[in-house]
């Protein structure tokens, strides 16, 4: 081990992410594959992520913000690259000028994209994002008309390149939801009308994660899954559908000791050792990303074997019973809060009442990452 290994990090394996994508191009059958790498690959490294799902053969990226996909561009991915959620702050012409497509979901947006395209002197690439009953993000009905309109004279101008139509599922995460085909009918509806104002996208995707998973008749000309790219199943009580997961979250132990019975241990003293035992101290705390709610709830494995935390979980720290310690854990072990080699995320999001997007969304502050099987760190 050298000096420089961190204490606390995310070790995220490409090859993972390699074998989620090749398994969703099988599911996406004739359809392309978009990898959606917003929020820094969900926390597993955009870049690095979003290089590795190209070359597995994903075609596109697509992110929420403009700084987003301009971070991907100075990494040089020149891959399409869509972005779906900004303000009018945004810088719209330094996205048209890195020729990333822009996902507009108002006339106003439209406005400010083609004011960009006019600065410039280029053409913007746009994709407009219809809500179809998400009532979230894109084009509400009663907008669209005049997106059309305007959409219609930008084309014909040259200011703008009308490349693709989107809209998001509210619950594809739960087959049969009625909502799911009732999004599909006024997605076909909103395709019609554009062609009504003689706009032909060139392209259109509805399909996110559970979607690709479970409905293959929605898959139109590509797919836009997330969560299944990192691994993790979008619905775990159904499959894993053969997905990896890709991230490892870890720890050194720091320090491992003895204490007699009836000694309390951490804040509060909530846990009081029931024997003289041996416990280990993990520098993984709150401000890590392990929620101090999981107090006592979670284990983390060592080796072959889970120890169960003990004793608040607090900023810096939390500590584990290792009993008579058997095992023989030393100080700079390592010990697996999550992780493919450890409890699953979904453990976390099941004690925690959540799901397990928000679990690999936890890992921040002292948490280094590094890559397992990075090409480009090769040797
Ligand atoms: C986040 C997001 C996705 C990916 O969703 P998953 O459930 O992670 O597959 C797809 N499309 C849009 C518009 C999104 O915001």
């Not at 394996?13 to 099988?26: G, K």
């Not at 810088?91 to 006019?118: K, M």
């Not at 997330?226 to 720091?254: C, K, W």
């Not at 204490?259 to 309390?264: H, K, S, V």
Request: aromatic share 6%.
């Amino acid at each position: 081990m050298s000096s420089a290994d961190p204490q606390v990090e995310t070790v995220v394996d490409l090859n993972a992410i390699a074998h989620n994508v090749r398994i969703l191009r099988q599911y996406a059958g004739e359809a392309a594959v978009m990898a959606v790498v917003k929020a820094d690959g969900y926390n597993h490294g955009a870049v690095q992520v979003g290089r590795t799902a190209l070359a597995a053969g994903a075609s596109e990226l697509g992110v929420t913000t403009i700084d987003e996909a301009l971070a991907l561009r100075a990494a040089g991915i020149d891959a399409p690259i869509l972005s779906w959620l900004n303000t009018c702050a945004s810088d719209y012409a330094a996205a048209v000028a890195a020729d990333i497509e822009l996902g507009i979901s108002s006339v106003a947006q439209l406005r400010t994209v083609e004011q960009a395209a006019r600065t410039l002197g280029r053409t913007a690439t746009v994709t407009l994002k219809v809500d179809t009953g998400m009532n979230r993000n894109g084009i509400s009905p009663t907008e669209y008309p005049e997106v059309l309109a305007l959409l219609r004279q930008l084309v014909a101008d040259g200011a703008v390149r009308f490349r693709a139509m989107f809209s998001h599922l509210a619950c594809a995460d739960e087959p049969g939801h009625p909502s799911i085909d009732m999004q599909r009918d006024r997605f076909l509806d909103a395709i019609a009308t554009a062609k009504q104002y003689r706009l032909q996208p060139e392209l259109v995707h509805l399909a996110n994660s559970p979607a690709t998973l479970t409905r293959p008749d929605l898959a139109f000309d590509m797919v836009r899954p997330g969560i299944a790219v990192y691994g993790l199943s979008p619905l775990p009580q159904l499959s894993d559908f053969g997905l990896r997961p890709a991230m490892t979250f870890r720890a050194r132990v720091a320090l491992v000791k003895r204490i007699a019975a009836g000694e309390g241990v951490s804040y509060g003293h909530r846990w009081i050792a029931p024997r003289d035992t041996t416990v280990a101290l993990i520098p993984a705390g709150y401000a890590d990303g392990v929620p101090r709610t999981l107090t006592g709830r979670i284990a983390v494995r060592i080796g072959e074997h889970d120890y169960p935390s003990v004793g608040t979980i607090s900023m810096d720290q939390l500590v584990i019973d290792l009993g008579d310690n058997p095992e023989d854990v030393r100080q700079g072990d390592t010990a697996v809060l999550f992780g493919p080699d450890g409890p699953h995320p979904q453990q976390w999001a099941d004690l925690l009442g959540t799901i397990n997007y928000e679990i690999v969304c936890m890992p921040r502050g002292r948490v280094v990452r590094r890559y397992a099987n990075d090409p480009e760190q090769a040797g």
